[in-house]
């Protein structure tokens, strides 16, 4: 009887490893798919993070354009109003 005792308790044990097996083996079937979603995730990202400093650089570039036109304006007008200032200051040395 001791033996037939022993054969169930191995047979018992046998099967809460297997299921214990089979938990594991799900685990990491949902490691893997858990990892692919992170992993698609950081790709995806990285893709938005690439187009979002070629869209930032594109209107960085822009912006220093816009800058270098506007600052060419203002010392345009300045001059133009230097011009006029001495054309005044003239005027007023001749009455």
């Known amino acids: 009887m001791d033996s037939h005792e022993e054969i169930k308790s191995l047979k018992e044990e046998l099967r809460l490893t297997k299921y214990r097996v089979g938990e594991l083996e799900q685990r990491i079937e949902h490691l893997r798919v858990s990892r692919r979603v992170l992993m698609n ?16 650089e594109k209107e960085n570039i822009r912006l220093q354009r816009d800058n270098t036109r506007f600052a060419k304006w ?3 007008k300045n001059r133009e109003i230097m011009k006029l200032q001495e054309k005044i200051e003239e005027n007023q040395e001749k009455a």
């Open 74 to 76: 203002i010392f345009s």
């Open 41 to 56: 995730l950081l790709e995806k990202v990285e893709r938005e993070k690439v187009t979002l400093v070629h869209k930032l």
